[in-house]
T-cell receptor
Framework: KQEVTQIPAALSVPEGENLVLNCSFT??????LQWFRQDPGKGLTSLLL?????REQTSGRLNASLDKSSGRSTLYIAASQPGDSATYLC??????????FGTGTRLQVTL | EAGVAQSPRYKIIEKRQSVAFWCNPI?????LYWYQQILGQGPKLLIQ????????DSQLPKDRFSAERLKGVDSTLKIQPAKLEDSAVYLC??????????????FGPGTRLTVT
């Protein structure tokens, strides 16, 4: 059974700092890995999708890496802003396109 | 392109009552998913449809939960009777094919259910 763990559970940083969120998964037989953002009371917004054959994906200030063999992914956020405050969820796609989510990292960017 | 639509956004019911949620996926998406997200946890898949057929309902509590996707488009999720532990956000998602390493799921805003 696939298990996804995210560390840390919560993080508070001052505006402008670069930060890294971590995700690990137990079964390396995945099709892809997605990072999502969830604002309070809202649904999930997909940030980045990394296919199993890829090592990283970039979108603006976000960079996600994937090391499938070791079961790890990181989400790097450059020059953080208060608008980045949200919960960030990592999810892996296994057989039959089933997504397994981590419990998320709650990020607070302070002024 | 319109996103995934869900209604209602919020619902408060008493235990043992019934409730139904509605989802309209992105046009042309063959695969539809219902997730349950309990406060402080990641979403958990309840049921996955491919067109109007069920692909995976292994984590759906079938004694009280039911779902259908008539005509392979809209879907409804029903809980009858509700229990306190059903309080959660119910998320609907859709994807184009439901397979392959580039298949991306798009989520609706969710329905927040409170059972008192």
């Amino acid at each position: 059974k696939q298990e996804v763990t995210q560390i840390p559970a919560a993080l508070s940083v001052p505006e402008g700092e670069n930060l890294v969120l971590n995700c690990s998964f137990t079964d390396s037989a995945i099709y892809n890995l997605q990072w999502f953002r969830q604002d309070p009371g809202k649904g999930l917004t997909s940030l980045l999708l990394i296919q199993s054959s890829q090592r990283e994906q970039t979108s603006g200030r976000l960079n996600a890496s994937l090391d499938k063999s070791s079961g790890r992914s990181t989400l790097y956020i450059a020059a953080s802003q208060p608008g980045d405050s949200a919960t960030y969820l990592c999810a892996v796609t296994g057989t039959a396109s089933k997504l397994t989510f981590g419990t998320g990292t709650r990020l607070q960017v302070t002024l | 392109e319109a996103g995934v639509a869900q209604s209602p956004r919020y619902k408060i019911i008493e235990k043992r009552q019934s409730v139904a949620f509605w989802c309209n996926p992105i046009s042309g998406h063959a695969t539809l998913y219902w997730y349950q997200q309990i406060l402080g946890q990641g979403p958990k898949l309840l049921i996955q449809f491919q067109n109007n057929g069920v692909v995976d309902d292994s984590q759906l509590p079938k004694d009280r939960f039911s779902a259908e996707r008539l005509k392979g488009v809209d879907s409804t999720l029903k809980i009858q009777p509700a229990k306190l532990e059903d309080s959660a956000v119910y998320l609907c998602a859709s994807s184009l094919e439901g397979a392959g390493d580039r298949d991306e799921q798009y989520f609706g805003p969710g329905t927040r259910l409170t059972v008192t």
